[in-house]
């Protein structure tokens, strides 16, 4: 079993910061990639930014780059995501994702519950 746990979030102000993190545990061999995707009320879910274990390589959406930063913390399993200058269009819940291979070598992903993040004055 594999479990995501998502914190972080709340309601800022329109040029304000916030860090989400997410760590992931239990019956894992390896994460291949993890990241952060996003969802607002009547839009699909959409990628906000996510990280390769094999090269490091970062991937983030045209919205957020130069704005939000993502890390990863290997040894914890976790990933942040410090997101700056936020602005209303940023409003959405935010989802947790890990593509990983379970102890058995099966890839699968996995999503946390979400955390909604509010941008307005």
């Known amino acids: 079993q594999v479990h995501i746990v998502e914190s972080g979030g709340g309601l800022v102000q329109p040029g304000g910061s916030l860090r989400l993190s997410c760590t992931a545990s239990?019956?894992?061999?390896?994460?291949?990639?993890m990241g952060w995707y996003r969802q607002a009320p009547g839009e699909q879910r959409e990628l906000v930014a996510s990280?390769?274990?094999?090269?490091?390589?970062?991937n983030y959406a045209d919205s957020v780059k130069g704005r939000f930063t993502l890390s990863r913390d290997y040894a914890l399993n976790s990933v942040h995501l410090r997101m700056t200058e936020l602005k209303p269009e940023d409003t959405a819940v935010y989802y947790c994702?890990?593509?990983?291979?379970?102890?058995?070598?099966?890839?699968?992903?996995?999503w946390g519950q979400g955390t909604q993040v509010t941008v307005s004055s």
């Open positions: 239990g019956s894992i061999f390896s994460i291949e990639e």
């Open positions: 994702h890990a593509g990983l291979l379970t102890l058995t070598r099966t890839y699968r992903n996995f």
């Open positions: 990280i390769l274990t094999t090269n490091g390589n970062t």
